[in-house]
């Protein structure tokens, strides 16, 4: 039988810490990612740190992504608790000022969104499609899953995501990443699920949703199609 196939590849153990990414790119120092579950489904945050890595060949400054913080939190939760629960560590002294919010809303809808926004957090707001293409329509920006989980195979194998170990929950992450696949059905389209229905995903997408982020709206070069959503929203 042949091997699963998986996102995750071994990479070395985490490098010493380097000095954030220079002002020829864009964006903040810190991204949070959070996937809000539904009733039987855990709500997932998880916090990266951008920084500048070794110097490519064409001579521009590659980024790492470094994992900081993550967790699950407690089923039953009601979202006006996690909501206060991001709201603290983006307050925290390490965060405050050079962080942004990535949330997902594809199954609570943009009301649980909204809470977010209303709490003054100015949330970029993802919903995760079956589809090929990226697109916006409003404030609401629609990313395939499949280009997701890529983004994510990528830095793995670039060895440009670090996982660190002694981080609560990056275990239950790596088994989340290795359990993770793609299947193609019959009608061509992709759906990415795990491989046994009682396995969770809300880590993974939690931690794609801030590297995608990363990747393709703060790097120089990238093509950013939703600046508007960026525009400060007032506090309600």
């Known amino acids: ?27 903040p120092r810190f991204l949070i990612g959070v996937d809000l579950g539904q009733a039987r489904d855990y709500t997932a945050i998880a916090i990266i740190e951008r920084q500048s890595a070794n110097r490519t060949a064409s001579g521009s400054a590659s980024i790492e992504y470094h994992l900081r913080h993550l967790e699950r939190i407690a089923l039953g939760t009601p979202y006006t608790d996690a909501v206060e629960k991001v709201a603290e560590l983006m307050n925290s002294p390490r965060l405050v000022g050079q962080v942004r919010l990535l949330v997902d809303g594809t199954g609570v809808g943009t ?70 696949r793609a299947k193609i059905s019959s009608s061509g389209n992709d759906s990415y699920e795990a491989w046994r229905e009682k396995d969770h995903d809300d880590l993974v997408l939690a931690l794609a949703l801030s590297c995608w982020y990363g990747e393709r709206m703060l790097l120089k070069g990238a093509t950013n199609l939703f600046i508007d959503v960026m525009l400060p929203n007032r506090r309600e």
């Open 111 to 180: 009301p649980v969104v909204e809470m977010f926004r209303k709490a003054g957090l100015r949330p970029v707001p993802i919903w995760i499609t079956g589809g090929e293409t990226t697109s916006r329509k409003g404030q609401i920006i629609r990313v395939p899953k499949r280009e997701l989980v890529s983004v994510l195979q990528v830095l793995l194998q670039c060895q440009r995501l670090k996982l660190p170990r002694s981080i609560p929950e990056s275990q239950v992450l790596v088994a989340e990443m290795l359990a993770f």
């Open 1 to 27: 039988m042949s091997a699963r196939p998986s996102i995750i590849q071994r990479s070395n153990p985490i490098r010493a810490t380097r000095p954030r990414p220079s002002r020829a790119d864009s964006g």
